[in-house]
């Protein structure tokens, strides 16, 4: 048997750390000293420390680990699977973050930075959709609703219209929580069907009018839409918003793999101001 110094020496697990582990249940010692109060540990708890000390490296709270080292072989690949899906999902918000920083480099590198975007007016005409509103932490999840409301219209066979016509609003009025934002995605369809859960068929309103930001390239250019648009307000006084704003990609990652071929409209809807404004 080992005392706690002893043990932490071979486990190259601290002390405080051990007595932590004790705390929650996760490495208890193997005998107190009945002399002494002494934690005494045996030789072969080192393999589930060196366990534990793994999966922590790996990413694993403390609390996780202490149900994982329960299960058995089939259950602890299967979390291991799932921290995989994780893993490579933060390896990939990192690759855009930073595509992202060296787009924005070589943007400044070569006065490229201020882009100016064309504002325009026009009319858009009402749709018959298929549709899912889904709540989301961060304007960066966007693809997750898209992701569902795809394998919704795949899994169900619903025709989509043709010209393909896809877009999205995020819910300036929503009462989801304050950290984050409420989407809905849509996409044109042949047919109204009755919807499921959190997708339904409507048809959209028909838009009298929106200003129209069209922008071209990578979405890394996206950024200065609202201040182009902000500007516009500004030297047009007697227009204001009318509603949340509509995103359509006309040409994306789906169509093209070149970011720099990617077109993105905004549609802002706007109305004259009232006289009494």
Request: net charge negative; charged share 30%; glycine share 6%.
């Given at each position: ?23 929650l ?14 934690r ?13 000390t ?10 996780d680990i202490?149900r ?20 490579l ?96 995605v ?8 009755e919807?499921?859960?959190p ?9 009298p009018?929106?200003a ?15 201040t182009?648009f ?8 007697l227009?204001?918003?009318a ?10 990652c789906?169509?093209t ?21």
């Amino acid at each position: 048997m080992f005392k706690i110094g002893e043990f932490s020496r071979l486990s190259r697990v601290s002390v405080r750390m051990l007595r932590h582990y004790d705390k929650l249940g996760l490495l208890a010692p193997d005998a107190i000293d009945p002399e002494n109060g002494y934690r005494l540990y045996s030789v072969g708890q080192l393999r589930r420390a060196n366990k534990i000390t793994t999966l922590r490296d790996m990413g694993f709270l403390v609390e996780d680990i202490k149900r994982l080292v329960e299960l058995d072989d089939e259950g602890f690949v299967c979390e291991l699977d799932l921290h995989e899906e994780r893993i490579l999902s933060d390896i990939e918000r990192g690759e855009r973050r930073l595509a992202d920083v060296r787009s924005l480099r070589d943007a400044v590198v070569d006065g490229s930075a201020g882009l100016d975007f064309e504002v325009s007016l026009k009319a858009v005409p009402s749709y018959e959709v298929i549709a899912l509103r889904m709540a989301l932490s961060s304007y960066d999840e966007e693809r997750r609703a898209w992701e569902a409301l795809g394998s919704f219209v795949k899994e169900h066979d619903v025709p989509v219209s043709d010209p393909y016509v896809e877009f999205c609003e995020f819910d300036s009025q929503s009462e989801a929580d304050e950290e984050g934002v409420t989407v809905e995605v849509a996409v044109a369809v042949d047919e109204l069907r009755e919807g499921e859960g959190p997708v339904r068929f409507y048809r959209t309103d028909a838009l009298p009018q929106v200003a129209s930001i069209m922008v071209y390239g990578p979405y890394e250019n996206i950024a200065p839409v609202y201040t182009a648009f902000a500007q516009w307000l500004e030297g047009h006084p007697l227009y204001e918003m009318a509603g949340n704003t509509r995103e359509i990609a006309h040409r994306g990652c789906w169509n093209t793999e070149d970011p720099s071929e990617y077109v993105t409209e905004f549609q802002i809807p706007v109305h004259r101001r009232s006289s009494e404004g």
